[in-house]
């Protein structure tokens, strides 16, 4: 079968690699419909994510059908129309009871597809820990509207989730590229008083502005001032930083009113400083940390009755033979691109 795959620090090529089987009665083998590329893709081939294996075929955004189940595997059937979970977790371990599945202790919990073993930007893939990783797609649910589900989708409203928004708050989120509209639809779900996101890319701002026109949107430069004259005590009670740039970090916690919770989603790409005498004072409250996707269900629900819709996010379709223009394109962030859809 064809695969997009990891093999060497700045490189990933289009190879042939024996289709997957089961390993393990725990196991499912999903013929992929349609993957889609991550920024997480591009920490890889930049070296950016230690745990990264060469020679894996990347991609852990996808949904597909079941063609084989292991003898163990009750949850999903072949012929189930599946979105799979960016994360492998057993819900056994005391990570998982406590909802922390980005933490499974299973040899291969957490983020593991197209990591460190191989992932979906291919025709087939096999996923561990199938009964917890795949959730079946709701008939009234095209692959598109699913696409998202499984990794920025769910990273958007594990975010919003952790981050405890009320109805009083005013909430910032820095960052309008895909997680981050995910994460604002996710925001939105929670209705709170005033919604500002950070985006120094113009067409990003229309995007927001076209769609979501009671969100109030502000470039970098002008965001502290902006915030400040936008909130109700001099600062935002919520901030999310979804953008991981070299100056996001600081921002966010300079945007915040003292009390007020920061949670970061963003991966950086190097190590961020926490200026703690700055900060003096504050007394803010960060939440740090990988997504746990473990609420999938729910946002396909939430997706079936109409009250989120990531599918104007997809905005350009590639077959996989042609994956490597598609990432040139999401990489240099040409032609308007949010999300690319890959058909396998």
């Known amino acids: 079968m064809l695969t997009y795959t990891y093999t060497s620090k700045g490189k990933f090529e289009l190879l042939e690699k024996p289709r997957p089987k089961i390993c393990d009665g725990r196991d499912a083998v999903v013929r992929v419909t349609l993957s889609s590329i991550c920024s997480s893709d591009l920490h890889i081939k930049h070296g950016s994510v230690p745990k990264a294996v060469e020679g894996i075929t990347v991609g852990h955004e996808m949904v597909g059908v079941v063609e084989e189940v292991g003898d163990t595997v009750t949850h999903v059937k072949p012929g189930d129309r599946v979105t799979v979970n960016v994360e492998t977790f057993c819900g056994e371990c005391y990570f998982c009871k406590k909802g922390f599945v980005n933490n499974c202790t299973d040899k291969n919990g957490g983020w593991a597809l197209g990591c460190r073993i191989d992932g979906g930007q291919a025709e087939y893939v096999r996923v561990p820990l199938a009964d917890r990783g795949l959730n079946k797609i709701p008939d009234t649910v095209s692959d598109r ?179 490597a223009e598609a990432y040139d394109l999401f990489e240099n962030k040409r032609d308007g691109v949010i999300k690319i859809a890959v058909e396998c």
């Open 145 to 323: 509207q699913a696409l998202l589900v499984g990794d920025v989708l769910a990273t958007g409203y594990w975010a919003a989730k952790i981050s405890e928004i009320t109805k009083e708050d005013t909430v910032l989120i820095i960052g309008a590229g895909p997680t981050g509209i995910c994460t604002l639809l996710c925001t939105m779900l929670k209705e709170p008083k005033r919604i500002i996101v950070c985006e120094k890319d113009e067409g990003r701002i229309r995007f927001v502005n076209d769609r979501y026109p009671e969100v109030l949107t502000v470039k970098p430069e002008e965001c502290l001032d902006f915030v400040q004259k936008n909130s109700d005590h001099n600062g935002a009670d919520v901030v999310l930083e979804v953008a991981g740039a070299d100056d996001t970090f600081a921002l966010a916690w300079q945007c915040a009113r003292p009390n007020a919770t920061v949670t970061v989603v963003a991966l950086y790409d190097k190590a961020q400083i926490l200026p703690l005498p700055e900060m003096y004072g504050k007394n803010l409250i960060f939440k740090t940390g990988g997504v746990d996707g473990c609420d999938c269900e729910k946002t396909l629900a939430l997706i079936a009755e109409g009250k989120l819709n990531t599918e104007p996010l997809i905005t350009h379709t590639y077959p996989l033979a042609r994956i």
